[in-house]
């Protein structure tokens, strides 16, 4: 059975954002341990490069957690899949002439619109869009001579 209106935002993400809404948060919500799952063996070459490259970088942001493998492979595989079509593009352009005559698009012009649409998706579950990100306020980190009173009376 299909969900009506929009998907649900995470607890900790509302938490973040001051729970603009005021809805009750979902104290039951599952936390995952955040630690970045390991790369998949069957990833393309290229998506396994992609993935070494943004893994850390998200786990370090709370993001990637070990349930995230599935999602975050999708992520790179269109990622790989994506590259390889403008590759071709820039390569061999974006249009041939048919044995009669007629211009015609290559399909790699179908393919890399694809598979941007996937990687977009992706991109914003994971936070990796600027838009995406806007919604985000990252808590600051605390040094060892902040006092939280004199943050408060200060109003930071």
Known sequence: MAT???KPKP???KVIEGNPGKRPLNKAEPKPEN???????WLEKEAKKEWRRMSK???TLGILTEVDAAAFAGYCQAYARWKEAEEF?????TIFKTPSGYIQQVPQVSIA???LKIMKDFCAEFGLTPSSRSRIVANEKLTENDDPMERLLKCK
């Open 4 to 6: 009506r209106g929009r």
């Open 11 to 13: 607890t900790a993400l």
């Open 35 to 41: 630690k970045a799952p390991k790369c998949p063996s």
């Open 57 to 59: 970088v998200l786990e």
């Open 89 to 93: 593009l820039s390569k061999h352009g």
């Open 113 to 115: 619109q694809t598979y």
